[in-house]
């Protein structure tokens, strides 16, 4: 076992844990078994999902809080201009 980890660069692999690993995968699981496990994954991939949701909403926000800026940026710009611009015609 040590001979493969080093030849793939595994250095820090347990080679005791693999083989605990591999043994535990040679005996038949009961129903329970496989149903908890199922639930496992379908947890791990919804907390996956949330995850990348919240992702994609900060990303969403900041693309609209910097909407948002820019059209007040030029509104404001708008705003003064047009009231510099009838101020000096007065």
Known sequence: M???TEDFG??????????EVLESHSQPLSNEELYDLA??????QKEDEDEE?????????KGL???LSAIYM???SYVISTLT??????
Do not use: F, S
Not at 39 to 44: K, M
Not at 85 to 90: D, F, T, V
């Open 10 to 19: 595994l250095d820090n692999v347990d080679p005791v844990g693999i083989t």
């Open 39 to 44: 639930q496992q994954v379908t947890e791990q």
């Open 53 to 61: 949701d919240r992702g994609t909403k900060a990303m969403q926000t």
């Open 65 to 67: 809080t910097d909407d």
């Open 85 to 90: 611009g009838k101020a000096a015609l007065q």
């Open 2 to 4: 040590g001979e493969i």
């Open 74 to 76: 030029a509104a404001e």
